[in-house]
């Protein structure tokens, strides 16, 4: 069942999975620009399984309300806002393509609200090729095993938050995270699909090669929403990132 929560005077939507797991556990994940919660609906009840899972429709996507700001770092602030509201001291953040951006900006800043990060085929690094065409994107998303929730969710947005689609755009297409990255003390987790064209796996060992303690985890044959598709191996991978973190984390 979905909650409400007012923050800085921002109506926000998210849900609150498997409440009867150990808090510390929790994991918060957050959605890529055009989608919303229920997009991941399949990952979040796989996920909350073996953990609590919170997940937020961002500002200005889904149930939420428009924000006042656009930017990572501004992303980030929300989310710590978020969590202080919610009076939780720490989460394992997660986060797909500019929901990743924000989950890494927000370990690079509040490095003590987080204690590990595990993103897919995360933006943060401008494309240099630009946004992809139509025609590469309906190709893509065609060829992944086309998904209607992503279908579902960029009508939804476009009918409710039509004046942010456009100008939230440029934070994954143009907004660089990559000074900010070195500063995460957090375990990092990278999985990225190999087949991605929009944010292609080079990002995947470029970020890496900045943070600290980053493992990239490759997943073949995935495109950019991979993990729409195919969230047990999402889950997979997360659980044996989990497995291998210190038992203190």
């Given at each position: 069942m979905k909650s409400q929560l007012k923050i800085k005077d921002i109506d926000v939507s998210y849900v609150h999975l498997g409440r009867d797991k150990d808090p510390k556990q929790t994991r918060l994940f957050l959605h890529g620009w055009c989608l919303r919660l229920q997009a991941f609906e399949k990952l979040l009840k796989v996920l909350s399984v073996?953990?609590?899972?919170?997940a937020i429709d961002l500002p200005g996507f889904g149930n939420s309300q428009e924000p006042y700001f656009w930017g990572y770092e501004a992303y980030a602030d929300f989310v710590n806002n978020f969590l202080e509201t919610l009076k939780i001291p720490q989460v394992?953040?997660?986060g797909q393509s500019m929901g990743g951006g924000i989950a890494l900006t927000t370990a690079a800043l509040f490095p003590d609200k987080i204690s590990s990060v595990a993103i897919m085929n995360?933006?943060?690094?401008?494309?240099?090729?630009?946004?992809?065409?139509?025609?590469?994107?309906?190709h893509e998303?065609?060829?992944?095993?086309?998904?209607?929730h992503?279908?579902?969710?960029?009508?939804?947005?476009?009918?409710?938050?039509?004046k942010n689609l456009v100008r939230s755009l440029n934070v994954p297409i143009k907004h660089d995270i990559r000074p900010l990255l070195p500063k995460i003390?957090?375990?990092?987790?990278?999985?990225?699909?190999?087949?991605d064209?929009?944010?292609?796996?080079?990002?995947?060992?470029?970020?890496?090669?900045?943070?600290?303690k980053a493992k990239v985890a490759t997943v073949s044959g995935g495109f950019h929403e991979w993990g729409l598709i195919q969230p047990e191996i999402f889950c997979s991978l997360v659980k044996q990132f989990d497995a291998s973190l210190p038992k203190h984390v």
């Open positions: 073996d953990y609590p899972v919170i394992h953040i997660m995360s933006a943060g690094i401008p494309m240099r090729n630009g946004q992809p065409s139509i025609i590469d994107r309906v998303l065609w060829a992944q095993g086309f998904n209607r992503i279908l579902q969710a960029f009508i939804i947005n476009s009918v409710k938050h039509p003390k957090a375990p990092c987790l990278l999985a990225w699909g190999d087949c064209k929009m944010l292609p796996i080079s990002y995947a060992y470029e970020m890496a090669a900045l943070i600290p």
